[in-house]
């Protein structure tokens, strides 16, 4: 049971699994704090949230779990401002899609990451962002990846673990960088492809033209492009060495099926497209 | 009204068409062709053909219309084989993905296209593939893109346009190169960044565990990677040029955005994001 849940960011993610725990009576009170007073009103007329604050450390006061779900760029700034404010046996987590980077902007602002910080990922979202997009039903079998640091309180870890599971998720742990790797690879990398082809497209002129003319399969893959501008250029900035690692792998392969189109090799562009197929096919049916 | 229609190829397209023509009353007897017997008998125990042949000439025998609907790299062996069995007022269209290399295919086949080969190309279609995936509906309010030649009888465009009309289809009609250009920017280059995305990550190791953590938007980003690979292969093969025409402009673009990232340049990739959201957004609601 949570007593008192902070969410700082009231959007999709942190106002989705507000309302799966008051649903399951999880948690006593939910407050949220977040910059536009305006989003934090309607959290409130929307029954995502019990109550509201413009400051983040009077959100967080004596709330025995906060919850950190703000653009990656803000989680220092963030941090400072509730540092103080944070009761000592407060549990901090947060929703951060790349977690190096989380875990050196708690680092700086509390001298060191708090042994009661446990680094967190839900691995779901739209592409829809804004609490008014908030559904409890979002967490429902998807995974939420932790990543405790060697020093990080494995009460907290349970805790947070536990939140989740509320929540419907599975829950897995693993280290930082192998988050980040395979973040990276799974949605971080997707997404710049499908943003790099709609704006491309969009720059080839008679660019009305052009979509008009885009089947299902087009929706379909690109719909991630419609995803939030801020947040992932946040996430670019904060994961870059592991998403430039997997776009070198990637523009290698691209090459080569650029080279076999050139070259007319038939047999090379099957022989890919029957292992994407297969791939795809078995793991995601 | 269609008095005969004889489908070569019976698939996905083709099944789809005819349930849809069937439904409407527009059609008396479908007849297909296949090289596959059990696919046939399947149409017809689905009520998506009335009767098949195995023999090309024998199913477009009496047929007033005429769908080719066969991957692009059968066409040409297709219509050598119906070419003497056409009848006289036999209106001739295709399904292709590429209309250039359909129109050179019926042209070496007649020696030149016959003034009753209307090229058509339905935008519609799912990552299925096989007749027992067709359904009536698929047409409704789907583009279907005809290419006419400059001698193609006006008559025999507006049979097929009626056709199509019936199954549910906005028709339209554009040249074959521009039809061409459009549809390698739309459909074909967006199947080989996910093809080769989804072969990418299955090759780097440890794909079991990558393909575990893809959430939604990976899974509507890499859909049309389950599409059939001969189909695929076909279409890289016979539309080509314009594929790499449109690759190298993307190539461009992130090579730009890999740019961004490494120089950790959030300016330019929140500019990219953005641009590329309105558009999506505007053309893809």
Redesign the interface.
């Known amino acids: 049971m949570i007593r008192k849940l902070a969410i700082i960011g009231a959007g999709l993610i942190g106002g989705s699994l507000a309302l799966a725990l008051r649903r399951a009576g999880y948690c006593k009170q939910v407050v949220a704090c977040s910059r536009s007073e305006a989003h934090l009103k309607r959290a409130v007329e929307l029954g995502v949230i019990d109550a509201y604050s413009l400051e983040p450390a009077e959100a967080v006061r004596d709330a025995d779990m906060v919850l950190l779900a703000v653009p990656l760029g803000a989680m220092e700034a963030v941090c400072r401002a509730i540092g103080d404010a944070l009761a000592p046996d407060a549990v901090l987590t947060d929703v951060g899609s790349a977690k190096a980077s989380v875990v050196a902007a708690v680092s700086a602002a509390f001298g060191e990451a708090p042994a009661s910080f446990v680094p967190g990922h839900p691995?779901?979202?739209?592409?829809k962002s804004g609490v008014e997009a908030a559904f409890p039903e979002l967490y429902q079998g998807?995974?939420v990846?932790l990543t405790p640091l060697a020093h990080t309180r494995p009460d907290a870890v349970r805790q947070v673990r536990a939140m989740w599971e509320v929540a419907g998720a599975v829950v897995e742990e693993m280290g930082v960088e192998h988050h980040d790797e395979?973040?990276a690879?799974?949605?971080h990398?997707?997404?710049?492809?499908?943003?790099?082809?709609?704006?491309?497209?969009?720059?080839?002129g008679e660019?009305?033209?052009?979509?008009?003319?885009?089947?299902?399969?087009?929706?379909?893959?690109?719909?991630?492009?419609?995803?939030?501008?801020?947040m992932?250029?946040?996430i670019?900035?904060a994961n870059?060495q592991a998403?430039?690692k997997?776009?070198s792998?990637?523009?290698e392969?691209?090459d080569g099926?650029?080279e076999?189109?050139?070259q007319?090799d038939?047999d090379r562009?099957?022989e890919?497209?029957?292992?994407?197929?297969a791939?795809?096919?078995?793991?995601?049916h």
């Open positions: 691995i779901a979202g739209t592409e998807r995974r990846i395979v973040l690879a799974t949605s990398l997707p997404h710049l492809l499908a943003f790099g082809l709609v704006d491309s497209l969009a720059r080839m660019r009305d033209e052009i979509f008009r003319y885009a089947a299902g399969g087009f929706r379909d893959f690109t719909r991630i492009a419609s995803s939030d501008p801020v992932w250029r946040d670019c900035l870059s998403i430039l997997v776009m792998h990637y523009r392969d691209l099926i650029t076999a189109v050139q007319g038939g562009l099957l890919i497209f029957q292992r994407a197929k791939a795809r096919d078995r793991f995601c």
